[in-house]
């Protein structure tokens, strides 16, 4: 295909104006694509803004029903539920527990709201000691062993009314080990967007902090992905969805947006992004200095998100972007 050069050729005559602009735009977004992150804690009416991650805020199972109001009120495609757990241990017992953060608030949230999609974050590494997403033997991540925990996590999510469930461990074997216990136990109704392609990153630091989930000796390195690499993604997303997964996921999202842009060609699941605490930080700490414009920036990396070719984004802007749009 080729088109006349200039003159006869003027790509500005679309851009004249506002409406024309719009009748010609490739990328939309909507409410309904985006996914916004919640942090359960314990305790009774608590509303705790987090460093770094300014208007996010750890909220009481209590208050959960006030947030899945205004979430159907946006227009919002669905929650991905975090647990801020009292207490830890070696075993990450509280991720497991049918009595536990995430198992209450997703009840809660299903109580206020039966018709919001409720998405659960599946790991250990918020109820573990050592802060790894796996069990850990003389410093080292042992795999097999902490599938186990997994399913258990993700089928206790799953009894409490989840309608997906995520797993962000990086473990091998996690969403077949998820996916066959949750048939095991009829809930073959359950879905699994994998975190397919989680890579070892710097952008997640604020929400470490915001979950004291950062590991209490070395770093993931063993078990997420190297920044490096884009091929050994595919890899990954090929094994998750061989194992089951119904949607997978690449984060962080806009260091990575050629992997988006990869997975959408190869893929024909849904596809989701997740726009990170780092990535939101960034924003905040700039719009913050006068650095920059927080609406434009914000609506301008999730516009870039989605050109990259993902169907959903995960992100602390959900409720913002879905007032601005
Ligand atoms: C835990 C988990 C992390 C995030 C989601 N689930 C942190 C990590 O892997 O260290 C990151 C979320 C964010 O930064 O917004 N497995
Ligand atoms: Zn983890």
Redesign the pocket.
């Known amino acids: 295909m080729s088109s006349p050069a200039f003159p006869q050729t003027r790509l500005r005559r679309l851009r004249r104006s506002g409406a024309l602009r719009q009748l010609v735009r490739e990328t939309h977004l909507d409410p309904s694509q985006l996914v916004y ?1 919640l942090f359960a804690c314990e305790g009774q009416g608590v509303r705790q803004p987090l460093d770094g991650l300014g208007d996010i805020l750890h909220v009481s199972v209590d208050q959960l029903a006030d947030e899945v109001e205004e979430i159907r009120r946006l227009g919002i495609g669905a929650v991905l539920l ?1 647990g801020v757990p009292a207490a830890k241990d070696d075993v990450a017992s509280g991720a497991y527990d049918e009595d536990g953060i995430v198992q209450r608030g997703v009840r809660a949230l299903k109580a206020a709201a039966a018709d919001t999609v409720v998405i659960t ?1 599946v ?1 250990l ?2 109820y573990t000691s050592h802060g790894h ?1 796996g069990l850990v033997q003389d410093e080292e991540i042992l795999n097999d062993l902490s599938l186990e925990l997994l399913a258990r996590t993700a089928l206790s999510h799953a009894e409490a009314g989840a309608d997906i469930v995520a797993p ?2 990086m473990m091998d074997g996690r969403v077949g080990a998820i996916r066959s216990a949750l048939d095991q136990e009829s809930r073959g109704d359950v879905a699994i967007m994998a ?1 397919s392609a ?1 890579y070892a990153s710097a ?6 902090d915001a ?1 004291s ?2 590991p209490a000796f070395g770093d ?1 390195r063993t078990y ?1 992905l190297d920044p490096a690499n884009g091929r050994e993604a595919m890899r990954e997303i090929a094994l998750d969805i061989q194992e089951g997964a119904d949607a997978v996921m690449v ?2 999202a806009l260091a990575y947006l050629d992997v988006v842009a990869s997975a959408r060609d190869r893929f024909d699941l849904p596809l989701a992004a ?1 726009n ?3 990535e ?1 930080a960034m924003v905040k700490g700039a719009a913050a200095r006068g650095w920059l414009d927080e609406r434009q920036a914000a609506l301008e990396m999730l516009t870039a998100i989605r050109r990259a070719g993902c169907d959903l984004i995960i992100t ?1 802007w959900a409720k913002r972007a879905a007032s601005w749009f």
Do not use: V
Not at 203 to 208: A, L, N, S, T
């Open positions: 992150p975090f974050d790991c590494c918020a997403c962000s461990d975190y989680k952008f997640y630091g604020p929400f470490r979950s989930s950062a993931r997420q984060k962080p997740y990170t605490s780092g939101y602390y």
